[in-house]
């Protein structure tokens, strides 16, 4: 264990609204473990300290010099790189509370964020959990059961199987029934990984044992189900939060349709997708998820938007702060971090429920991997300068003389723009990309450069097979 203040305070350079927690501490805990890694553990740190928190922070032996660690006035060392063994043992993180005197739980995303079972145990010890309850979690968490309260709950389902494909035979039946295309989805999948798009009846045996295998391997749950596949399509997310009054508000949505291999590089606000009249049927529909599972705290319901009909699907429901918020946190001008603890601790959430967003915003996530394949590109950081500027903020987990390892995701920095209108925010984009400067690992900068010249892109005409025809030529 460490205990000590830091030099090294959070990067965040001008951004066009103000983005602060200012006020006092919520009454019912006055200590945060933030059970998380690099830039996300960062960026909860942040935001506990201008709370008044006494800030803890968790991490593996080879994360020891990254700067949340530095900067968290406590830091206890979980285990090995291995995150079975680190960053996903709930037993350790637990005892790394109990021996600080930690008073409350933030998860952060991915590891053990959406594990009913570590949210209950955090609660059994005594401690807040800062996220929804763990019944909510657990009825998201299964994507059959979800999609079947939704489609109860009046929010738009795809055309798919009510429970699961227990062979190859009945998923070809069930196909059959919906129509070719199909993906086959892992139950208990997530984050673009456990599903394959299936064109006709005789890939379903080979793909449907490939996905079944995989999610028995990752998920530790082999279960499958069908269900229509949208080969142009958008993916739009709400960004809802849970108040402790038990309101749910929708906070706008966000555009993630760019995207390598099922997951998110790039993200805007608001969607250029979208019409006032879809927009609000779209954010209705996000209440209602919520309200379905009694949601407090911040969450993000994910949505496939046909453009040609303009139907829209629901996707999943993260029951957890997503990547991409700080987008939403720029056109609103508020901070979702500090309005998690506060409902976490029975308060308001700090700011007016009737907020409107203002101009437009992007995000590109600054991966540690090659920019043409997208392979990953580990290695050892000797020059990190971060653009700067009003309407730029740089969320980053690293600096120079730390070092990207391959035992976890990719994410070295999320470049944030925000600016009044969306050709102003993706000229602001540019400027900000040729102006980071990363050496030593390789970097998605390049891409980032080429997408914001891409018309397709530039227009706001795209759809989520965008990548792949950036790089079929």
């Not at 490939?210 to 993916?235: C, I, M, N, Q, S």
Request: proline share 7%; hydrophobic share 45%.
């Amino acid at each position: 264990m460490r205990t000590g203040a830091t030099d090294l305070p959070f990067r965040r350079a001008g951004p066009r609204r103000t983005v602060t927690a200012k006020g006092p501490a919520p009454p019912m805990f006055d200590s945060l473990l933030v059970a998380n890694r690099g830039e996300i553990a960062r960026r909860v740190l942040r935001t506990a300290r201008d709370l008044g928190l006494r800030t803890i922070a968790v991490h593996s032996e080879v994360d020891a010099d990254l700067p949340f660690v530095r900067e968290a006035d406590e830091a206890v060392l979980l285990g090995p790189a291995d995150p079975a063994r680190s960053y996903r043992n709930a037993d350790a993180v637990l005892d790394a509370a109990r021996r600080t005197g930690a008073a409350a739980v933030h998860p952060g995303y991915g590891f053990l964020s959406e594990n009913a079972a570590f949210a209950r145990a955090v609660v059994d010890a005594g401690l807040v959990w800062v996220g929804p309850s763990p019944e909510a979690i657990t009825a998201m968490g299964d994507k059959i059961a979800a999609r079947n309260l939704m489609s109860d709950a009046g929010v738009p389902v795809a055309p798919g199987t009510t429970d699961p494909v227990t062979s190859a035979e009945a998923a070809r039946a069930a196909a059959d029934g919906i129509g070719y295309p199909v993906m086959i989805k892992a139950a208990a999948g997530g984050g673009g990984m456990g599903m394959t798009v299936v064109d006709g009846p005789d890939a379903m045996a080979a793909e449907y044992e490939k996905v079944t295998a995989f999610a028995g391997r990752l998920f530790g749950d082999p279960a499958v189900f069908v269900e229509r596949y949208f080969p142009r399509v958008r993916h739009v997310e709400v960004q809802i939060l849970g108040l402790a009054d038990g309101r749910v508000l929708a906070l706008g949505e966000r555009d993630c349709s760019v995207q390598r291999r099922n997951q998110k590089v790039a993200e805007e606000t608001p969607s250029p997708a979208l019409d006032e009249e879809l927009r609000d049927r779209m954010l209705a529909a996000a209440r209602r998820a919520g309200e379905a599972v009694d949601y407090r705290g911040a969450g993000t319901v994910e949505f496939l938007l046909d453009p040609a009909t303009r139907d829209f699907y629901f996707l999943e429901m993260n029951t957890r702060l997503q990547v991409e918020h700080p987008i939403t946190e720029a056109v609103l001008g508020i901070d979702l971090v500090a309005a998690q603890l506060r409902i976490a601790a029975g308060e308001d959430p700090g700011f007016d429920p009737d907020v409107r967003p203002q101009g437009h915003a992007v995000e590109l996530r600054i991966n540690a991997e090659d920019p043409k394949r997208f392979l990953p590109g580990p290695g050892a950081i000797t020059e990190w300068v971060e653009p700067s500027g009003a309407g730029v903020r740089v969320d980053s987990g690293y600096a120079a003389g730390t070092t990207v390892t391959p035992a976890y995701d990719s994410l070295m920095a999320k470049l944030v723009v925000h600016a009044a209108d969306r050709p102003a925010a993706l000229e602001l984009a540019r400027r900000a990309v040729r102006d980071f400067v990363i050496t030593g690992p390789k970097s998605n900068l390049a891409f980032h450069a080429e997408l914001l010249d891409n018309p397709e892109f530039v227009s706001g005409d795209y759809d989520t097979a965008l990548v792949a025809r950036m790089r079929a030529r």
